[in-house]
């Protein structure tokens, strides 16, 4: 699949991370859809039916390496993109659901640059948001990043199964290495600079993540001076 990057920049959304982050997107994973379909990497289906002034969707998985509470991590965002160019909708992953994520005074659309809307991403767990004390209401937000970190070991999606798997062990050792990572929110957020290198078909992101979580198991290994 050949990507559009123009058009992949232009509607990207504007995040941003809290000032002690330790984690940031390494790859984001597009598909772009121009009519109704199930979404290839996450549990709900992309509609155009109710509004008829939305030309395509812009699917954005995005993949860190890490959460702060396990390796592997995929979020998303969805741009709705109207016949205009004009952004008509906005949703975000949330732990497994997903929101709104315009506004609807519109009022976290970019100034500078209407085509980007603007989230807040939960500070070390990558949720997004449109409103800042959304994330404050979650209950382990302080938590998460502290006292439970690296407590899911590393995650496999069903979409990987087939060519990841975990055990005790390794569980262990990614807890112990995302242990190392342990902050405290300040809630002081920054805004976030895309790569334009960073934006890949989904296919190809799918393909490069069990590479990198094996890249990164070896780094821990090295890290703790485990030799096998």
């Not at 709900?44 to 702060?68: C, G, L, N, P, Q």
Request: charged share 25%; proline share 6%; with cysteine.
């Amino acid at each position: 699949m050949n990507l559009d990057l123009g058009l992949v920049k232009t509607y990207a959304p504007q995040l941003f991370f809290d000032r002690l982050e330790p984690f940031f997107p390494v790859r984001v994973g597009v598909t772009i859809f121009d009519q109704d379909g199930p979404s290839p990497s996450f549990r709900r289906i992309i509609r155009f039916e109710s509004d008829a002034s939305i030309e395509k969707v812009i699917e954005y998985a995005i993949y860190w390496d890490y959460d702060i509470e396990h390796l592997y991590e995929l979020e998303h965002v969805w741009i709705y993109v109207g016949y205009d160019g004009s952004v008509i909708n906005c949703e975000c992953s949330f732990h497994g659901k997903f929101f709104k994520g315009l506004l609807k005074d519109r009022s976290n659309v970019s100034e500078n640059n209407p085509t980007q809307v603007k989230l807040y991403s939960q500070p070390g767990k990558h949720a997004f948001s449109p409103l800042l004390a959304m994330l404050e209401l979650v209950p382990n937000l302080d938590t998460c990043t502290y006292e439970t970190a690296g407590s899911a070991g590393l995650l496999v999606p069903d979409m990987l199964r087939d060519q990841m798997s975990t055990n005790n062990e390794t569980n262990q050792l990614v807890e112990r290495y995302l242990q190392t990572f342990r902050f405290r929110p300040t809630m002081e957020f920054t805004e976030y600079t895309w790569n334009e290198t960073i934006f890949v078909s989904l296919p190809e992101l799918l393909k490069e993540i069990p590479q990198r979580v094996s890249h990164e198991l070896n780094i821990m290994k090295k890290y703790f001076g485990i030799h096998e």
